[in-house]
């Protein structure tokens, strides 16, 4: 038996083609599929129609249509600084501060520790 023959898959093949018609032979009959019973078409719906809308204009409509897209968007008020923010901002900013020099201060010492670490 040739064995580049086997490795294509002719042996196969032909093997797999023989159960086909074998069992093709002994099969029953096919009975015909039962026939599919008649649906009724969908209802149309109008929720309109049920209850009113939650909202005031059906879904879809575009409501830019009196803007210009060449005219700049609007400014929007800043809010006004309390004192309460203001002072907030006094205490916390130096606590920020402190913690970016710690930070740096940490990163300096393992640089230097890493450098003077002896090759080997």
């Known amino acids: 038996m040739d064995t580049r023959a086997r490795a294509a898959g002719d042996v196969y093949r032909d093997e797999a083609a ?3 018609a074998a069992a093709a032979r002994t099969a029953p009959p096919r009975q ?3 026939p599919e019973p008649e649906r009724s078409p969908a209802p149309r719906v109008r929720p309109e129609a049920r ?4 909202y ?3 879904v879809g ?3 830019n249509t009196g803007i210009d897209p060449a005219e700049p968007a609007p400014r929007k008020k800043r809010r006004r ?5 203001l002072a907030a901002r006094i205490v916390v900013a ?3 501060v402190a913690v970016a020099l710690g930070t740096l201060g940490v990163l300096a010492l393992f640089v230097v520790a890493l450098l003077n670490t002896p090759a080997g």
Do not use: E
């Open 18 to 20: 023989a159960l086909m």
């Open 32 to 34: 015909p599929a039962p």
């Open 51 to 54: 209850r009113p809308l939650p």
């Open 56 to 58: 005031p204009d059906p």
């Open 61 to 63: 409509t575009n409501d």
């Open 81 to 85: 600084l309390s004192l309460a923010r």
């Open 94 to 96: 130096p606590v920020y």
